[in-house]
């Protein structure tokens, strides 16, 4: 099950979900959107809670979802609905919105002021008291942008962001909170090598390097 939420790099990501799970008064949560949500795992994972969720993206997403919540036959808690994250079309609705990994392609070549408005979106579709889940790749270390411009097809357009940016976005809400994992996770070649490689960061390098050196961002911001 967790594999068909996270989808990628399972150890690290899943983090998220433990920190989530454990930080959100669940019985008090009734609707909640995903953005960016192409293969539905975290609407998946929202259903599975009972919690009415659209599933968005920017197009199709039905066609790309549809199929895992009904193996899980969640499907009658999930809508789905075509949403630019830049251009949400609702205010003071949701819960709980979530979101993984898609700002750096919203500000791909560069533009800050798209993914700055992402969070403005988010903020006033959220209801007073409602919750940004959100999990997001970091810029990491001069290493780890190296190989993402030799190695990863979107690494030299793709705008990854900073922990700093991140503090930036999220400023307009009340609280939140921001944490780091990953160092070598994502350099694994199969979910085989990933897996182990997230071990060592778990048991070594997440505790002795700088946020500034880890690849994901997850945390809770409250409106």
């Known amino acids: 099950m967790i594999k068909d939420i996270i989808q990628w790099d399972i150890k690290s990501w899943s983090k998220a979900l433990t920190y989530w799970d454990n930080n959100i008064e669940w019985d008090k949560v009734q609707n909640a959107l995903e953005l960016g949500g192409r293969e539905g795992g975290l609407s998946l994972w929202l259903a599975l809670k009972g919690i ?3 599933c968005s ?3 199709d997403v039905k066609n790309t979802a549809e199929s895992l919540h009904a193996r899980y036959k969640v499907s009658s808690l999930i809508k789905y609905e075509d949403i630019d994250a830049t251009n ?3 205010k003071n609705h949701f819960d709980i919105i979530v979101f993984k990994s898609i700002i750096g392609g919203i500000g791909r070549n560069d533009h800050y002021e798209v993914q700055q408005r992402v969070f403005k979106q988010i903020y006033q579709a959220l209801k007073p008291g409602g919750k940004l889940l959100f999990a997001e790749n970091l810029i990491a ?3 780890h942008q190296r190989l993402r411009n030799k190695f990863v097809n979107w690494g030299s357009s793709w705008r990854y962001v900073s922990i700093k940016e991140m503090k930036e976005f999220l400023k307009e809400f009340s609280t939140y909170s921001i ?3 990953g160092v070598l996770g994502t350099f694994g070649r199969n979910e085989s090598q990933r897996n182990f490689l997230s071990r060592v960061d778990h048991i070594i390098l997440n505790k002795v390097c700088p946020d500034s050196w880890k690849y ?7 409106k």
């Not at 994901?216 to 409250?222: C, N, P």
């Open 52 to 54: 009415n969720t659209i």
């Open 57 to 59: 993206d920017l197009k």
């Open 88 to 90: 949400i079309p609702y």
């Open 141 to 143: 270390s001069p290493f």
């Open 179 to 181: 944490l780091t994992t």
């Open 216 to 222: 994901v961002a997850y945390g809770i911001a409250e």
